[in-house]
T-cell receptor, first 113, second 113 residues
Framework: SAVISQKPSRDICQRGTSLTIQCQVDSQVTMMFWYRQQPGQSLTLIATANQGSEATYESGFVIDKFPISRPNLTFSTLTVSNMSPEDSSIYLC??????????FGPGTRLTVT | AQSVTQLGSHVSVSEGALVLLRCNYSSSVPPYLFWYVQYPNQGLQLLLKYTSAATLVKGINGFEAEFKKSETSFHLTKPSAHMSDAAEYFCAVSEGATDKLIFGTGTRLQVFP
C-alpha cells in the first residue's frame, strides 16, 4: 500500500488569495487524483494529475481556478486560485496503483474568510 | 455514465446489532466497486473492493460486501456493530484499474450502546 501525506493539513485564507496544497506519495504510482469534499458532502473529482502532461479536469473545474502540477511519479500540487468562501472545503489527494485501489491522503481543510 | 446510489444518509444501530449499508450502482461495463470509511477529521480508508473475482468480498474490521449483478447492488454488512464503527461510509464505482472513482453521497453510521 501507499502512504500519502498532504501539506498543509488546514489553513484559513482570505478571499482573493491563492493556496497551494502539496501531496507526497511514499512510492511511485501511475495516477494521482485531486478531490473536493464540501462540508457534509461526498467527494467530487476535480482532476487527474498526469505526470509529464497537463491535468485532465472534470466538468465544472477549470485550470485557471485549480492549476495542478505533477513533476514526477510521487508528487503533485493543487492550487486553489482567487479564493472565495465557496471554496471552503476539504481537498483530498489520492494515488492509484495497479491493484485496483486508490489510497487517500488525510486531506487539507481550507476555510476562506 | 457510471453512478452509485446509497440509500439512507443516516443509519443507527445498537452495539452488537447487524450493520447493513446499501449501495446500488449503474454501469455500462463490468464495474469495480469499493467501500471506503471516513472517520471524523480523517481521510478515506479502503474497507474492501470488488474487481470481478469472488462475489462475496471480505474486508477489514469484520466488514463484507456481496456483489449482486442481477440487483446491481453491493451492500456492506457487518454481523455485530462496535462503537468504533461509527463513521461515514462511501460506496464508489470505477471503470478500470486506476480510473477515476465516482462516489455515492455517503451514509453516516451511528452506533448506540
Amino acid at each position: 500500500s501507499a502512504v500519502i501525506s498532504q501539506k498543509p493539513s488546514r489553513d484559513i485564507c482570505q478571499r482573493g488569495t491563492s493556496l497551494t496544497i502539496q501531496c507526497q506519495v511514499d512510492s511511485q504510482v501511475t495516477m494521482m487524483f485531486w478531490y473536493r469534499q464540501q462540508p457534509g458532502q461526498s467527494l467530487t473529482l476535480i482532476a487527474t494529475a498526469n505526470q509529464g502532461s497537463e491535468a485532465t479536469y472534470e466538468s465544472g473545474f477549470v485550470i485557471d481556478k485549480f492549476p495542478i502540477s505533477r513533476p514526477n511519479l510521487t508528487f503533485s500540487t493543487l492550487t486553489v486560485s482567487n479564493m472565495s468562501p465557496e471554496d471552503s472545503s476539504i481537498y483530498l489527494c489520492s494515488a492509484g496503483d495497479s491493484t485496483y485501489e486508490q489510497y487517500f491522503g488525510p486531506g487539507t481543510r481550507l476555510t476562506v474568510t | 455514465a457510471q453512478s452509485v446510489t446509497q440509500l439512507g444518509s443516516h443509519v443507527s444501530v445498537s452495539e452488537g446489532a447487524l450493520v447493513l449499508l446499501r449501495c446500488n450502482y449503474s454501469s455500462s461495463v463490468p464495474p469495480y466497486l469499493f467501500w471506503y470509511v471516513q472517520y471524523p477529521n480523517q481521510g478515506l480508508q479502503l474497507l474492501l473492493k470488488y474487481t470481478s473475482a469472488a462475489t462475496l468480498v471480505k474486508g477489514i474490521n469484520g466488514f463484507e460486501a456481496e456483489f449482486k449483478k442481477s440487483e446491481t447492488s453491493f451492500h456492506l454488512t457487518k454481523p455485530s456493530a462496535h462503537m468504533s464503527d461509527a463513521a461515514e461510509y462511501f460506496c464508489a464505482v470505477s471503470e478500470g484499474a486506476t480510473d477515476k472513482l465516482i462516489f455515492g453521497t455517503g451514509t453516516r453510521l451511528q452506533v448506540f450502546p
